[in-house]
DNA sequence: TTGTACGCGTTATCAT
DNA sequence: ATGATAACGCGTACAA
């Protein structure tokens, strides 16, 4: 790879003047211009960003770390943080360690080592803690989205998973439904535990009964709301109105339904979270009513918000939180 | 940030030292070390990327440049990608210019200013060409996956669609079909040609009847073979077999089949290529028979090519070429 | 307009 | 065992 002295050198000039013509900078004489730009397009000439990021103390990229990559859910945060990052011609990198915390953590240090001017970390389950912790400590810009540490002092981007159930729950009660029972997603999940608190919230506000068997214990796949509403039936408590903490158990508590007989919504309306889509692709589900994640809008805010803190280091941690919308389909 | 600088004052010994330490090099009193290890613990302090690959002429990172990051199709590309780059311990970024080339060419020149020791480029269209070339003419180590440009000098990994759609078709032949017809992908991309090609080819090996009404033109959609297929039924012209250049076309063939009461496979065979899933969900698909590309091996290959290049820059130009592999499902 | 000299943070070479 | 010094490639005061 050329240098700027090797093409200062071509050009019979000093790399200061190559520099300047680099950085469209004057004190250029307009001959020097001209035979600076030719060597630099002969010799396909990019400046080392190594070099200049370094002197400049400034990469002018972003890096973002998630759990997973392959996961079609995060397709709208991907384009969110690309979007607001590319408003703001910033270059954002993706990078993943997967389920290999050792790896997440050399993906931390190597994107706050000096190689990005600030970076973003998604995660939402407890062994993201670890991480983000890890993250939080270091001396560098970073913004962590979804889960929420009151320990880390960074700026963050949230859901209100509470409110969201909350508002999923008071739907179905003012729908007129009056038993109304909640299947949890995984309560290893941060949310997993919010979600069910507004649920109960709303259920005591609206003076619904709540018992022990308004809830239903599942985790984020199908399999495990399928049983349980499957064993439900069997035994002949048929609730009237389910919210599930996820979409993924809500596809569960609707095949359960299904094969019951059971017509959707009229027997059995069913509201999900997270606007996902079914595991199973043996089976037709009716468009599934939903809370909304605004995945979109928090990955942009996550961009807006870092490249705020890397022009204002200084300024105190910030915290966004954003409302999940109920999206009304053909369940409820 | 504190800097090595920073450490070596405060452990009150020279930066030689606090570097050998980190590097795990002998050389620093048992004491010293022990000092060093404290502070550089305390202060959370990690020695700064760019400064140490621009010294070290080594980043131990490899860029990946994809026209598209949010399509599940590309998960077992990534996966391969991320296994290959974990296995040999370097790391590996993602980013995307989507489909504004502009971007896409000031990614390259990221990735291609230093910042890794190589880059990888993922496209199969036309529109990927002027990328290519741009990736190309750089003086860095690269690999392209999928589209072959002979001009291209670098390293390649390849698809043979052409013995992909041999296979398939002869397979069709080889069942007992008389009635064959190709529906193709996007002429647009190269490999629409080839997998056109690769049909010809085994049809007229076998003497099977080739004529106009051999060929159904779509695209890389459902839409356009869905209705270029029932035009073909209501004009009474009804295949037994179809091969289709790619999954989505093939659901489109599917759809106007299914539609006009055939049933599948009895009625009519369909084989598509890529291993796809369909666009349309408010239609139950029977599992399609498919072409599948070892994307995963794929991207495992382009990841040990690139090392293999950064190891020995001095080596010709590589090309591995895959096979697709028949899978046969419910559609035939 | 042009060029010299210094510093960004690190590692490596060579003294001591 | 320890430390001064020179690179890596660049931008930028400052001097000419």
Chains 1, 2 share one sequence.
Do not use: W
């Not at 009660?173 to 999940?189: F, R």
């Not at 349980?228 to 002949?236: H, N, P, T, V, Y």
């Amino acid at each position: 790879m050329p240098t700027i002295t090797d093409i200062a050198h071509e050009a019979n000039v000093s790399r200061t003047l190559v520099s300047r013509v680099l950085n469209n900078k004057p004190g250029v004489s307009a001959e020097n211009r001209k035979r600076i730009l030719e060597v630099i397009a002969k010799n396909h000439y990019v400046p080392n960003g190594l070099a200049k990021s370094l002197v400049l103390q400034k990469t002018n990229s972003i890096g973002v770390i998630m759990d997973d990559l392959c996961n079609d859910f995060f397709f709208p945060l991907i384009r969110g943080l690309q979007d607001a990052a590319e408003e703001a011609d910033y270059n954002i990198l993706f990078c993943s360690g997967r389920r290999d915390m050792a790896a997440k953590l050399k993906y931390v240090d190597y994107l706050t080592g000096g190689c990005t001017d600030g970076m973003i970390a998604y995660g939402s389950c407890y062994d993201d803690d670890e991480l983000f912790r890890y993250v939080a400590e270091k001396s560098t810009n970073s913004v962590l989205i979804e889960n929420n540490l009151n320990d880390c002092h960074t700026d963050k981007i949230l859901l209100d998973n509470f409110h969201g159930a909350y508002t999923a729950t008071e739907y179905l009660i003012k729908q007129g439904h009056k038993n109304i029972i909640h299947v949890t997603c995984d309560m290893n999940y941060d949310v997993g535990l919010e979600r069910l608190n507004g649920f109960v919230q709303a259920m005591h506000d609206y003076k619904m009964p709540l018992g022990p068997n308004s809830i239903l214990y599942a985790d984020h796949f199908e399999s495990i709301a399928y049983q349980q509403m499957k064993k439900r039936l069997a035994e002949g408590k048929q609730p009237d109105a389910c919210f599930a903490g996820a979409d993924k158990p809500a596809f569960g508590v609707l095949r359960a339904a299904m094969e019951a007989g059971l017509s959707i919504p009229a027997d059995l309306a069913v509201i999900g979270f997270d606007d996902d889509r079914p595991e199973s692709k043996d089976i037709l589900f009716p468009a599934l009513s939903t809370m909304r994640q605004p995945l979109y809008e928090m990955g942009k805010a996550g961009v807006e918000l870092i490249i705020d803190k890397i022009e204002h280091p200084d300024r105190e941690p910030a915290i966004r939180t954003f409302d999940a919308e109920l999206v009304v389909r053909n369940t409820s």
